[in-house]
């Protein structure tokens, strides 16, 4: 009876003196952290992908609390609707973003740029990139081993067995931008949505001369400026071999993607064509 | 039992066959990269559709870090613009072709110039006078980096350079180029040396050669005596990476140079035994850089092939011989640190030590098995580094931790990736985590000074 | 050229050894030991080696396909030496279905649970005969006379070894007739008698660089050193026991031991020493297992702290 007593009463003790240095620990220890915060970062997507500019979701809820205006803390992981409720806990007015997504800059699938030589190394793009020019020997596209596809956080894009090139889900792309900053070669290229997702875009980054750009790759862009002669809105640009389409001009008129002689140019999310459909 | 450095090092086989040095008919075309070299590319100095002679510039030097590029063939400039390298990229380019009115350089190249200065005027030149006179001449390091050597010759400010060394370890298997110059020319080798020595100002020089070269040790060792300077010739125990600046200066000196250091931070500044023989031949006969001896291996007749720059590499390999129906790879310099090819029908550069046809079946890498963790790579590493943990590091995208275990000291030898037994790809992976590492310490250093 | 040009990163060449050789020259360096136990114990020895060998094949081959879904890969002879060295360190009179308990924890626990090649902590064939020592220790520590009933497999004749006898004080160190011992003379698990055919695997592993002389000639020079300090036989400590086969086969095992020269040789001293201290003042007779086991745990904390020195970084201290 008596060791049941003294182990109990030692125990107890023990007990007792730990709660007291616990107590005494989280009072000195304390730190006060505005409870908006932890408001702010609940409406986050939480994966600090630092598209924001700062250094994680906390970081920028810490930022939007402090803030006085809304105007240049933008997060497009959390899309408008997650801004605007950010916006009203705190008072403030939303900013709206233009949304963002990422577009893959190159259409040379397997068929179209057939591989010449054969990489046999560890399958990083930026491995293959230190090699050489890559599997097809086209210097500028894309060598397909997926930087982009472990870079994102959102898993919006993947590469696609059939192409051999990365494909964008739109509805979790939310252009963070990571997987344009993991690609060795730059092929993607952030930029606006477009009106109910409609967007012209040139597939292609090669700057090498047309010749031998048809040589490797038959879905190039070979500089040959139709597209530019076409558009009536003066927002396609040929540098270096490579047409550019300016978002903000463009018009998605489509005149260009029709006069493409090699399909560089491509279009998503228009509604379907009535002399499509007759064809 | 010659001497060696301190750490790590493999004994790849050595597959070596001395071979004296042919020379090989110029051809009609040439395709000049204006990149040839580490730094900016050269500049096009000519126009489509201008005349130009053998040994005339065709690019000048732009910026620092750069060198000028001469023609080998006289002729006629047909292109000015991008052509193929041999890694698959388009790059800017000059292409010269012979024409029928021209056609005299194969008799001048085998008669053995005219000297432009006397062997007095030679010894009465200046430091400043030698390093324009290698920049004019377009010399970069012919061991394979191809770094100006101008550039390399200028001490910065604030140090002082008291050693020569001069590189014939030639440690990379199959490699002869290097072995057949210091056979069949010591002493203009030599004669470079001299020069170099002025244009460093350094009383004492050198000569570091790997063991299995004894005729190019005796050879050396016998110009040396009868050269007039502090030129010493040692012979080195065969150990690969010993060529490696860093390991080369440890084998000879027993300095350490500090990481993120240059070699001329411990006084020695290294130069290949190749570059100080286009040094000397650039001073006697005003023969700028634009041909060099590639050794060919792996093709029906092998061998040493003195070869204009710019020749296209299936020129090369049809006058080698021609390569095997089952070839399956063309590799750049040596084994170890050479680069494959993409394609064969791109020129050569002033910096292609050696073309090495692999056949398909000893190309492809062995299947990869997991880490056994033997510590094989660690043993092998002559930079102290841990292959197993940085190459890990690497590939889990840890580039903290990888800086802190000194990714960016790897001088990419591939030791680690040759002894591995489970055929793992470290050097790729330390390759990226190095590349990456190096980046972000730039990144952070232009925020400091953007600050 | 027809044929796809392979590009890839350098190097270009490779060595010949593989993961493979390197496994099949340790079995190979096992061959004098193995001759040694079955000269002395005949079929018991010949039974217990079978067993284990096969049971830890079997065990590997079913772990690897039915629960972890790759492809079993027997031939790179990993099972078969794990097999091989658990045999060794068990008496050749063991039941066999006690073997393949052995086999079974080696392999399920002391290895695949891990991950399979390459990921273990502890020496996987170690495991097995830890925990067989712990949970059969009648069985485990009745040692078979050598040369003795060697027809007779679970019914040999048995004694107890010189270390234990030492321990008991049955036997003063300084009697020992060491040929004897050399030669294997006295009671013990399959591999520890013979310590010539062990020495023999040593110089064969050593000749063909598959171990560096860092944690075996440590270990030995550590007990050695001890024994010299308390005075007692160095060579009776040296030669008696699972030492030999410990400190040759069991510690060098590449995926538990230290990656550098300099965390082997510290690994090799520690246990030195843990092996001296359970000689002499632990429970049981021999401790080399339970030294290097618990090394094995250590390892990972000398692979953190203890590192080659990087070149060129002395100097920047400066």
């Known amino acids: 009876m008596q060791v049941i007593l003294i182990t109990v009463l030692v125990l107890g003790a023990i007990g007792v003196v730990g709660a007291a240095l616990l107590y005494v620990v989280a009072k000195k220890f304390h730190t006060h952290e505005d409870p908006r915060i932890g408001e702010v970062e609940s409406l986050l997507p939480g994966a600090n992908c630092g598209a924001c500019g700062r250094s994680g979701c906390h970081d920028f809820a810490t930022a939007c609390v402090a803030a006085d205006s809304l105007e240049s803390l933008v997060c497009p992981g959390a899309g408008d609707a997650a801004m605007k409720r950010i916006a009203a806990l705190l008072g403030l007015e939303a900013s709206v973003a233009t949304p963002q997504i990422a577009v893959v800059k190159c259409g040379g699938s397997c068929e179209m740029r057939p591989r010449r030589v054969r990489y046999d190394g560890i399958r990083l793009c930026s491995a293959e990139n230190a090699v050489g020019a890559g599997e097809s020997m086209c210097g500028y596209g894309c060598l397909g081993c997926g930087d982009c596809v472990s870079a994102c956080r959102f898993d919006a894009i993947h590469i696609d067995e059939a192409t051999g090139l990365p494909v964008v889900d739109e509805s979790k792309c939310t252009g963070c931008g990571a997987c344009a900053d993991a690609c060795p070669r730059k092929v993607i290229m952030i930029r606006s949505k477009g009106p109910r997702g409609m967007r012209v875009w040139v597939a292609c980054s090669s700057r090498d001369k047309g010749a031998y750009t048809m040589k490797v790759c038959k879905a190039g862009c070979i500089g040959c400026r139709k597209c530019a002669g076409v558009c009536s809105h003066d927002a396609i640009t040929v540098n270096g071999n490579l047409a550019v389409i300016d978002p903000e001009k463009c018009k998605l008129c489509r005149k260009c993607e029709a006069v493409c002689p090699t399909g560089a140019i491509r279009t998503s999310n228009f509604p379907v064509r009535k002399s499509d459909c007759s064809v | ?451 | 050229m027809e044929n796809m040009l392979i590009i890839s990163g350098s190097p270009h060449v490779h060595t010949s050894r593989t993961v493979r050789s390197c496994m099949w020259h340790v079995v190979a360096a096992l061959v004098p030991a193995l001759g040694c136990a079955l000269f002395y114990f005949g079929l018991g020895a010949l039974a217990v080696v079978s067993v284990s060998v096969l049971s830890c094949m079997a065990f590997e081959c079913l772990i690897e396909r039915y629960m972890l879904g790759r492809r079993p890969q027997l031939s790179n002879g990993s099972a078969i030496l794990t097999g091989l060295l658990l045999a060794l360190n068990l008496p050749s009179n063991l039941p066999a279905w006690i073997v393949v308990i052995g086999a079974l924890v080696a392999i399920g626990i002391g290895k695949m649970s891990f991950g399979g090649l390459g990921c273990n902590i502890f020496n996987p064939a170690l495991v097995g005969r830890v925990f067989l020592l712990l949970s059969f220790p009648a069985q485990m520590t009745s040692w078979p006379l050598p040369l003795a009933d060697r027809l007779e497999y679970v019914d040999a004749a048995t004694g107890a070894t010189l270390l234990s006898r030492i321990k008991m004080g049955e036997v003063s160190a300084d009697d020992i007739d060491l040929v004897d011992n050399a030669l294997g003379l006295v009671g013990g698990s399959l591999g520890e008698v013979g310590s010539i055919a062990l020495l023999l695997g040593m110089i064969y592993l050593l000749a063909t660089r598959i171990i560096s002389w860092h944690i075996p000639l440590s270990i030995m020079g550590t007990v050695a050193l001890f024994a010299l300090c308390i005075g007692s036989n160095v060579g009776v400590e040296l030669l008696s026991g699972g030492l030999l086969l410990g400190a040759i086969f069991m510690a060098t095992d590449y995926v538990t031991s230290p990656m550098c020269h300099k965390g082997m040789v510290v690994y090799g001293v520690m246990i030195g020493l843990i092996t001296m201290v359970i000689r002499h003042w632990g429970a049981y007779p021999e401790g080399v297992s339970f030294a290097i086991l618990l090394m094995n745990g250590f390892t990972p904390l000398i692979n953190r702290y203890i590192k080659p020195r990087k070149f060129g970084e002395r100097r920047m201290a400066k």
Request: aromatic letters at 4%; charged letters at 25%; a neutral charge.
């Open chain 2, 1 to 451: 039992m010659g001497t060696t450095f301190n750490k790590g090092g493999i004994h790849p086989a050595e597959n070596k066959t001395a071979a004296d040095i042919e020379d090989v008919e110029l051809p009609n075309e040439v395709t000049l990269l204006l990149s040839q070299h580490i730094g900016a590319p050269a500049k096009a100095a000519v126009s489509k559709g201008d005349r130009v002679r053998r040994g005339d510039m065709v690019a000048t030097a732009c910026g620092v870090v750069s060198a000028c590029v001469h023609t080998p063939i006289s002729g006629v400039v047909t292109k000015v613009d991008r052509s193929l390298t041999p890694y698959g990229y388009m790059a800017d380019s000059i292409t010269v072709k012979a024409d029928e009115a021209d056609h005299c350089d194969d008799e001048v190249r085998r008669k053995n110039v005219e000297p432009c200065r006397s062997i007095d005027e030679l010894d009465g030149l200046d430091g400043e006078r030698i390093r324009a006179m290698v920049a004019d001449a377009g010399i970069v390091g012919l061991g394979g980096a191809a770094f100006p050597t101008h550039v390399k010759l200028a001490v910065p400010k604030g140090l002082k350079a008291d050693v020569l060394i001069v590189n014939g370890a030639e440690c990379e298997p199959y490699l002869t180029a290097d072995d057949a110059i210091m056979r069949l020319c010591p002493d203009e080798i030599m004669g470079g040396i001299k020069l170099l020595m002025r244009a460093v100002d350094v009383k004492r020089a050198i000569v570091g050669i790997e063991e299995n070269k004894p005729d190019a040790i005796v050879a050396m060792k016998r110009a040396a005596a009868c050269c007039g300077v502090d030129v010493t010739v040692v012979p080195l125990k065969v150990k690969y990476p010993q060529g490696g600046e860093k390991q080369l200066i440890f084998a000879l000196t027993g300095r350490e140079v500090p990481s993120g250091g240059l070699p001329v931070s411990v006084g020695a500044v290294v130069q290949n035994v190749a570059t100080a023989r286009a040094v000397y031949r650039a001073a006697l006969y005003g023969e700028p850089l634009m041909e060099r001896v590639v050794t060919v291996a792996g093709t029906a007749r092998p061998g040493n092939y003195r070869v204009p720059v710019g020749m296209g590499i299936n020129e090369l390999l049809k006058v080698a011989g021609g390569i095997p129906a089952d070839t399956g790879k063309i590799v750049i310099g040596g084994p170890m640190m050479g680069k494959a090819i993409e394609t064969i029908y791109a020129p050569l550069t002033k910096g292609s030590s050696g073309i090495l046809v692999i056949l398909e079946r000893e190309a492809s890498r062995q299947a990869v098995m997991p880490c056994i963790r033997c510590g094989a790579c660690v043993e092998a590493c002559p930079m102290g580094l841990e292959p197993y943990l940085i190459s890990t590091l690497s590939r889990f995208r840890m580039f903290d931790e990888a800086e802190e275990q000194k990714v960016t000291n790897c001088i990419e030898c591939g030791s680690c990736s040759y002894v591995c037994p489970a055929a793992r790809p470290l050097l790729d992976y330390v390759r990226y985590g190095k590349a990456t590492v190096a980046e972000r310490i730039r990144q952070r250093k232009k925020k400091c000074e953007d600050k």
